[in-house]
């Protein structure tokens, strides 16, 4: 059984930094992408990062030049370091890999940024 543990979140003045953590333990084979999605109170969950199986990243339009997604596949491991940040960062943090057969969810990790 595949399970997903977030580690890293917390609370952080504005303008601070925090790295999230994801390890996977059970087996994820074929790996496609691991991402990191982000849900604010009362707001819809968002894609914050992605980072593919050949390096690539892409970044929501709100964090880019703040964020920075890494990985690696075979370790199963995704991180995201997270800086210059602002109170409209705030949410609970959801890493998410994805293989050529299923979706994994980790269950989740808040940061809180006060201003």
């Known amino acids: 059984q595949v399970q997903l543990v977030e580690s890293g979140g917390g609370l952080v003045q504005a303008g601070g930094s925090l790295r999230l953590s994801c390890a996977a333990s059970?087996?994820?084979?074929?790996?496609?992408?691991m991402r990191w999605y982000r849900q604010a109170p009362e707001k819809q969950r968002e894609l914050v990062a992605t980072?593919?199986?050949?390096?690539?990243?892409s970044y929501g339009d709100s964090v880019k030049g703040r964020f920075t997604i890494s990985g690696d596949n075979a370790k199963k491991t995704v991180y995201l370091q997270m800086n210059s940040l602002k109170p409209e960062d705030t949410a609970v943090y959801y890493c998410?890999?994805?293989?050529?057969?299923?979706?994994?969810w980790g269950q989740g990790t808040q940061v809180t940024v006060s201003s």
């Open positions: 998410n890999i994805q293989s050529h057969w299923s979706v994994y």
């Open positions: 059970g087996s994820i084979f074929s790996i496609i992408a």
């Open positions: 980072i593919n199986s050949d390096g690539t990243t």
